[in-house]
C-alpha cells in the first residue's frame, strides 16, 4: 500500500511504526457553528482511511480533535448570548455546536465501526494543563520565549522550518501582518500562549492569566495520545500552513520524531465559489439530509472526487447520483431476495469466479493512494456485470451472484455505504413481506382495488413494489 506523504512530496510504501497498529491524528472542528458539507467531506475521508486501514487487517487508534477554545467560539458567544457572562456563553457554544457535529456525524453513519477501530476525542479544554508543561519545556530549550503576559515560538530556533509548506522563511514573511498588540521578535513567530483579555475565558500560569494558542493543542494532544512518534496526521490542504507547519516547529523543539505520514485533502467549493455565508451559498449537512436522506448520495458525490483533488458541489450532481443510487438498490434487493443463500464453494475453490476481478481491482485502486474514483467505478462496473448475469443462463449463476453480493459488502463497508446492509424504517421488511403476501392474495381473488390500496399505503411509507412474471420485488424510496 502507497500513500502520498505532503511531507516528502511523493507516494511512499506504508508500513506503521509498530506491526500491525496504526496511530491516527486528525484535526477534527472548532465548535462555533453549524456543520457543512465541507466538514462532512474531511470527516467522510479520514473515516473511508480509516476503514480501509482496518480490512487491510490493521488495528487503529484513532483521534479526532475538538477546540472548544478559540477567538471564533468567543465571538459567537458574545453573538448569540448578548448580556450572559462570557465563560458561560463560550461553554454555551462549544456544547451546542460540538452536540450538531455529533449529531451531523451519525446521520451520516460517520464514526467507529467494528472491532479494531479506536477512537478517542480530545477537547483542548481539557488540556490545558498539559499545555502549560509542554510550553514551559519550549522555554527551558530556549526555542520559545517569554514576552509580557504573551510566550511565543521562535521560529529561527526550528530547524527546516518550512519543509512540509515548501516555502522559504523569506518567502513566508512576505504579507505576515503584526498585530499592535503582539510583541515578538519576528513576524513568523507565533503564539503558544496568550494574555487574558477581560471577560474572556482564560487559566492562570506562569505567564499570567491566559489561554493556550491554536497550534499548540494539536501537537499536545497527538503526542499525548498516541505517544511522540505516529503513524498518520490528516487534515485539509489549508491547514498546511501555518498550523501544520507550526505543529512540526513545536514538536520537534521539544525534541520528538512526530508525525511520518501528512495526509491533506483538497477544499470544497459552490459552483465554483468558496462557500460562505456572506454569499448565500452556506450548505449544513442538515440541508443535504433535508433533501436526500439517505447519506449514501452524498458520500458517492465525495468518493468520486481523490481525497487530495478539490471537489464542486451542486444539487444537480445529487440529483444524477441519486439516479444511479437507484439502480444499485434495485439490485441490492434482487441480490438479497434471491442469491444470498447460494452455494459459493464452486466459484470460491475454483477461483475463477468471474467477480473475483473486480475485488481484486479495488483493492489495487485503495492500495494506491486511497483512490476512491478508481475503486468506485470498480464497484459500479461490478453493478454492471451482476445485472448482465441476472439475465444470463450463466453455470453456476446463483453461487456467482452470492460470491458478488459479498465482495460488494466488503467493498459498501469500506466506504461506509449502506445500501447493502440491514434497512430500517417505521414499516419492518417483515411487515413489507406480509403485506405483499396478502396484496398477492387479494390479486388472485380478484380484488384489485384493496390490492391497489396496499400498493398505495406502502408506496406512502416509501416502500416502492416491482410486480414481474414470477414475483414481487420491493424496495425502499431514496
Not at 133 to 147: D, G, P, R, W
Request: a positive charge.
Amino acid at each position: 500500500m502507497k500513500i502520498y506523504n505532503s511531507l516528502t512530496r511523493k507516494k511512499e510504501s506504508f508500513e506503521p511504526i509498530k506491526k500491525g497498529r496504526v496511530g491516527m491524528y486528525v484535526c477534527g472542528p472548532t465548535v462555533y457553528d453549524e456543520p457543512h458539507i465541507g466538514h462532512a467531506r474531511s470527516a467522510y475521508i479520514f473515516d473511508v482511511i480509516r476503514s480501509y486501514l482496518k480490512h487491510k487487517g490493521y488495528k487503529v487508534k484513532f483521534v479526532r480533535n475538538v477546540t472548544d477554545v478559540d477567538d471564533k467560539i468567543i465571538n459567537k458567544a458574545k453573538e448569540e448570548f448578548k448580556g450572559e457572562s462570557l465563560n458561560s456563553a463560550v461553554k454555551k457554544i462549544a456544547t451546542k455546536y460540538l452536540s450538531a457535529y455529533h449529531q451531523a456525524l451519525d446521520q451520516l453513519g460517520i464514526s467507529a465501526r467494528g472491532p479494531g477501530i479506536i477512537e478517542i476525542e480530545p477537547k483542548a479544554s481539557e488540556y490545558i494543563d498539559k499545555m502549560k508543561e509542554f510550553i514551559k519545556i519550549l522555554i527551558e530549550k530556549k526555542v520559545a520565549y517569554q514576552s509580557g503576559g504573551d510566550v511565543y515560538f521562535d521560529i529561527t530556533q526550528a530547524k527546516n522550518y518550512g519543509k512540509l509548506s515548501n516555502q522559504s522563511i523569506d518567502a513566508m514573511r512576505i504579507g505576515v501582518r503584526v498585530s499592535p498588540t503582539e510583541n515578538k521578535r519576528n513576524p513568523l513567530d507565533f503564539a503558544l500562549w496568550k494574555s487574558a483579555k477581560e471577560d474572556e475565558p482564560s487559566w492562570d500560569s506562569d505567564w499570567g492569566k491566559g489561554r493556550p494558542g491554536w497550534h499548540i493543542e494539536c501537537s499536545v494532544m497527538s503526542m499525548d495520545v498516541l505517544g511522540n512518534e505516529f503513524d498518520i496526521h490528516g487534515g485539509g490542504l489549508d491547514l498546511i500552513f501555518p498550523h501544520h507547519e507550526n505543529e512540526i516547529a513545536q514538536a520537534e523543539g521539544a525534541g520528538k520524531k512526530f508525525a511520518r505520514f501528512w495526509i491533506h485533502h483538497g477544499l470544497l467549493t459552490i459552483n465554483g465559489q468558496k462557500m460562505a455565508k456572506s454569499l448565500g451559498n452556506f450548505i449544513t449537512i442538515k440541508d443535504v439530509l433535508n433533501r436526500y436522506p439517505v447519506a449514501d448520495i452524498l458520500k458517492i458525490f465525495y468518493l468520486q472526487a481523490h481525497y487530495s483533488s478539490p471537489i464542486d458541489f451542486s444539487w444537480q450532481k445529487l440529483e444524477e447520483i441519486k439516479k444511479g443510487y437507484e439502480t444499485i438498490d434495485i439490485l441490492r434487493n434482487k441480490l438479497i431476495e434471491n442469491y444470498r443463500r447460494a452455494d459459493i464453494t464452486k466459484v470460491t475453490k475454483s477461483g475463477t469466479g468471474p467477480m473475483r476481478q473486480f475485488r481484486d481491482r479495488f483493492i489495487e485502486r485503495m492500495d494506491d493512494n486511497f483512490d476512491t474514483p478508481g475503486a468506485l467505478a470498480v464497484l459500479f462496473e461490478m453493478v454492471k456485470r451482476c445485472n448482465k448475469t441476472l439475465e444470463s443462463d450463466e453455470p453456476f449463476k446463483k453461487s456467482i451472484l452470492n460470491y458478488a453480493l459479498t465482495v460488494m459488502k466488503d467493498m459498501t463497508e469500506v466506504f461506509g455505504l449502506t445500501f447493502l446492509k440491514e434497512k430500517h424504517s417505521a414499516i419492518s421488511d417483515d411487515e413489507i413481506e406480509e403485506k405483499i403476501k396478502l396484496r398477492l392474495e387479494l390479486k388472485k381473488q380478484k380484488e384489485y382495488k384493496e390490492a391497489d390500496k396496499i400498493r398505495q399505503n406502502l408506496a406512502a411509507d416509501g416502500i416502492i413494489l416491482e410486480d414481474s412474471e414470477e414475483d414481487t420485488l420491493w424496495r425502499r424510496k431514496i
